[in-house]
């Protein structure tokens, strides 16, 4: 099995915003908005007999759109074993985002069918394009394989790179309760969690329906930081600010970060594992942490200059 902890470079996916490609209003409105991922959708935002008129008005939209905006543009595809899957993927040759989200990957072959078809695509195309792959983790089957999607997507084509939870269609399917705090959906989050980050991959937690509730909203994306979370999937801009406030790094966070990372590097504490700050024991895997946690900020402070 080949794992490492992160396989890829360090990515600010805090805020995923949702905008159905059908929607011209907000297609227009997305250039604006302060998200780190915008992900047009192609899937459950698109009536059938729209998806057709939406792949043309995203091929439009994106020979519009500021590619040096160090966000990331990702495309929500249809799947491929029904009529929609293959025309959305042409489509996807035509924008070329930095990634496609694969909705309802149920098995491994999902990702695998994908990556092949991006592969053979790629080999007869003379642009340097290669798309990450993303996979909406949202069925029970999906939840079931959890781990063989991400080792295969991870190792076999290696384009695997985030996993985003759809609990809308998760619930539909099993009869979980959509109750406030999640209290019998938190294991089965955990489970992605734990499986994406076995593989080196990201994790998105699932949208939060209720759009007028501020509350509500920032209380579920503490509650996903706390699981492990990189961000939360979104429905509309209001819920931007929430999502790249809590899933940011607070001034205290930063502070005590800089202190083990100096704790660290003090002539003192040369060639130790091991050193005392404020009476709490730190490793050198807290330094590890700390330094990723700064290079978030590095990012974060990246994203303001360029907005
Ligand atoms: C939920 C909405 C249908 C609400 O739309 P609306 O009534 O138009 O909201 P507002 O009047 O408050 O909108 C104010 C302005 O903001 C723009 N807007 C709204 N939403 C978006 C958006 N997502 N991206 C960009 N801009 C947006 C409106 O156009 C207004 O601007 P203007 O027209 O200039 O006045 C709507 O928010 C919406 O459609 N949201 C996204 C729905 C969607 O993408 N669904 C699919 C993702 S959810 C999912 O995948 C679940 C998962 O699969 C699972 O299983 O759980
Ligand atoms: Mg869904």
Redesign the pocket.
């Known amino acids: 099995m080949n794992r490492t902890p992160h396989h890829h470079p360090l990515r600010l996916r805090r805020s995923v915003?949702?905008?159905?490609a059908i929607?011209a209003?907000?297609?227009?409105?997305?250039p604006a908005?302060d998200c780190d991922v915008v992900?047009f959708?192609l899937?459950?935002?698109v009536l059938p007999e729209k998806k057709a008129e939406a792949r043309a008005a995203l091929v439009a939209h994106f020979a519009t759109l500021d590619r040096a905006s160090g966000r990331e543009y990702v495309i929500?595809i249809n799947p491929l074993d029904g009529p929609d899957g293959a025309l959305d993927l042409e489509a996807v040759l035509d924008c070329m985002p930095d990634a496609v989200l694969l909705?309802k990957v149920s098995e491994p072959q999902d990702v695998l069918t994908v990556a092949d078809w991006l592969s053979e695509a790629g080999a007869d195309d003379d642009r340097d394009w290669g798309p990450r792959l993303w996979a909406?983790i949202?069925t029970a089957a999906g939840l079931l394989n959890i781990a063989a999607i991400a080792e295969t997507g991870r190792t076999e084509g290696g384009r695997l790179d985030c996993f985003?939870?759809?609990?809308?269609?998760?619930?539909?399917e099993t009869g979980i309760a959509d109750i406030p705090g999640r209290p019998y959906l938190a294991p089965l989050l955990l489970q992605v969690v734990v499986a994406a980050r076995a593989f080196g991959l990201d994790v998105v937690d699932?949208?939060f329906?209720d759009?007028a509730d501020a509350e509500g909203l920032e209380a579920e994306c503490r509650q996903g930081r706390q699981m492990g979370f990189d961000g939360k999937?979104?429905?509309?801009?209001?819920q931007i600010d929430a999502a790249n406030a809590v899933y940011g790094v607070t001034e205290a966070e930063a502070a005590e970060a800089l202190a083990i990372v100096a704790a660290f590097a003090a002539p003192d504490n040369a060639g130790k594992a091991v050193v005392t700050i404020a009476g709490r024991m730190v490793e050198k895997l807290h330094a590890d942490q700390a330094e990723r946690l700064l290079a978030r900020v590095d990012l974060i402070n990246e994203r303001k200059r360029t907005a």
């Open positions: 915003l949702s905008v159905p929607n209003r907000a297609l227009a409105r997305s908005l992900l959708d899937e459950d935002s929500r909705s909406m949202e985003v939870v759809g609990l809308n269609d998760l619930r539909k699932a949208v329906n759009f999937m979104l429905i509309h801009p209001a």
